[in-house]
Nanobody, 124 residues
């Protein structure tokens, strides 16, 4: 059984950093691509970043490119999202997710497992 648990959310001032973590249980974490999505109140869940099984390929939404960095530590079964230069519009619940394959993808439907989310609030 796959379980994903996010942590690291909280309240931060605009311009500040925050790092999210996603701890995964289950076997073969290193075989699967992972991703981060977010959902703001009243909005659809949107893609933020994705990483391939080996970390060599990453994708970012245009809105976070240059500010956010996705990474993973397969030895620790953990994925990270380093968020810098945060803006009020980054305020959302952030979710980690796992695909059923090794290739990074921006397509939400290709993610089979989801965490419960962690809240990020950026004050202006």
């Amino acid at each position: 059984q796959v379980q994903l648990v996010e942590s690291g959310g909280g309240l931060v001032q605009a311009g500040g950093p925050l790092r999210l973590s996603c701890a995964a249980s289950g076997r073969f974490f290193s075989s699967y691509a992972m991703g981060w999505f977010r959902q703001a109140p009243g909005k659809e869940r949107e893609f933020v970043a994705a990483i391939s099984w080996n970390g060599f390929t990453t994708y970012y939404a245009d809105s976070v490119k240059g500010r956010f960095t996705i990474s993973r530590d397969n030895a620790k079964n953990t994925m990270y999202l380093q968020m810098n230069s945060l803006k009020p519009e980054d305020t959302a619940d952030y979710y980690c997710a796992r695909t059923q394959g090794g290739a990074a993808t921006t397509i939400r439907a290709q993610y089979a497992y989801w965490g419960q989310g962690t809240q990020v609030t950026v004050s202006s």
